[in-house]
């Protein structure tokens, strides 16, 4: 079993910045890529970020050049560097990883709980 807890979020003001945090742990053998998505209310879930486990990332176009992802393997952990951010940022972010739990296995997605995001105008 493997859990993902996402932390960092919270109320900031437009053009403000925030750091996301998402921490893996639990029957872990090795994880591949990583991301982060978010969902605002009544609006279906998108993907924001991935960063791939030599370090390559992707992101939706709406963040780019605002957002960073990076991770750090040792600690099984991915972030997420909000700067500059928008009203329509607001937003639960949910953490993603695929994660392998034993060598005998293939990967899996895993989900964290999500972490509330607003930005105020």
């Known amino acids: 079993q493997v859990q993902l807890v996402e932390s960092g979020g919270g109320l900031v003001q437009a053009g403000g910045s925030l750091r996301l945090f998402c921490a893996a742990s639990?029957?872990?053998?090795?994880?591949?890529?990583m991301g982060w998505y978010r969902q605002a209310p009544g609006k279906q879930r998108e993907s924001v970020a991935a960063i791939s486990s030599g370090g390559s990332t992707s992101y939706v176009d709406s963040v780019k050049g605002r957002f960073t992802i990076s991770r750090d393997n040792a600690k099984n952990t991915v972030y997420l560097q909000m700067n500059s951010l928008k009203p329509e940022d607001t937003a639960v972010y949910y953490c993603?990883?695929?994660?392998?739990?034993?060598?005998?296995?293939?990967?899996?997605?895993?989900w964290g709980r999500g972490t509330q995001v607003t930005v105020s105008s």
């Open positions: 639990g029957s872990i053998f090795s994880i591949n890529s």
């Open positions: 993603r990883a695929d994660v392998r739990t034993s060598p005998s296995l293939g990967y899996s997605g895993y």
